[in-house]
């Protein structure tokens, strides 16, 4: 007798276990497989009440949103960002979907890259990476502002970096990082630039604040501009009345203006 009862236990011990394997499995599958919607609607609302459960008992526990904090703001601010994340207080920390926010937060065209990290038990960090703005472009007569990369951003205000350079043209923003990059080395020319002209896709025309014109040629545009850089520390051609330098010739100089016409060799 003592022997058929120890197995009944057993047997009721291990097809209780069986069971709880069974719905422990069914759950998992639930949970990863894509074959969801060919469950039945009693196991979902099963699993879903499952979820509600855990999610509760989180939130007793205060699992819950508190504090977003958000770093890396320059030209875009706070509200803007929040409005593009569906997250309220009170939300528990756990469910929240990192990576579907960052996607939403990087529909703001200003910015480049975002990083989302949790710090239990309440807190939301955001950490934001804008693009810079490098230069103003005008084609077909609007004005943009643009990255070093050349491409728009859509929600600046170009009348808010009137201190960047000015390119104008067509494919102008895509060729003018090289260019922009020379004039770091001699900043004397570059304070005195009032725009740069792409001429027919393939060479750049600088107009300067004083009205001179400077043609420069297709190829070794360095070269040239430390020629112009000499030029004008010698002579200050560009605060003479000079209508025109032309240098797309190599070793040659062809200068035009009121008082000054002529070619020199460089």
């Not at 929040?82 to 756990?94: A, S, W």
């Not at 990255?147 to 923003?173: Q, W, Y």
Request: charged share 20%; proline share 4%; net charge positive.
């Amino acid at each position: 007798m003592k022997t058929k009862k120890r197995r009944t236990t057993r047997s009721k011990k291990l097809k209780y276990t069986l069971l709880l394997l069974s719905l422990f499995l069914i759950i998992c599958t639930l949970m990863i497989s894509p074959l969801r919607q060919s469950v039945t609607s009693f196991t979902l609302k099963l699993v879903n009440t499952a979820h509600e459960t855990t999610k509760n008992s989180l939130i007793s526990l205060g699992f819950v949103v508190q504090n977003i904090h958000i770093e890396g703001l320059e030209n875009t601010v706070k509200p803007e960002v929040l409005t593009h994340i569906d997250i309220k207080p009170g939300d528990c920390i756990f469910y929240v979907d990192t990576q579907r926010l960052a996607t939403n937060i990087l529909t703001i065209s200003w910015i480049k890259k975002v990083s989302i990290h949790t710090h239990l038990p309440n807190t939301l960090n955001i950490e934001l990476k804008e693009f810079q703005p490098y230069a103003l472009w005008q084609y077909h007569g609007k004005v943009t502002v643009i990255t070093e990369n050349g491409a728009v951003i859509p929600s600046a205000n170009p009348k808010s970096f009137g201190a960047l350079p000015l390119v104008i043209g067509k494919d102008a923003n895509s060729h003018c990082k090289q260019l922009l990059n020379i004039f770091t080395d001699y900043p004397n020319l570059r304070d005195l630039l009032a725009s740069i002209q792409y001429m027919y896709e393939r060479r750049w025309r600088l107009h300067f604040i004083s009205g001179t014109i400077v043609d420069l040629p297709e190829d070794d545009i360095g070269d040239t501009l430390h020629k112009l850089h000499v030029l004008h520390q010698q002579q200050k051609i560009l605060d003479r009345d000079v209508k025109i330098i032309d240098m797309r010739i190599k070793d040659r100089l062809i200068i035009k203006g009121s008082s000054v016409v002529g070619r020199q060799k460089s």
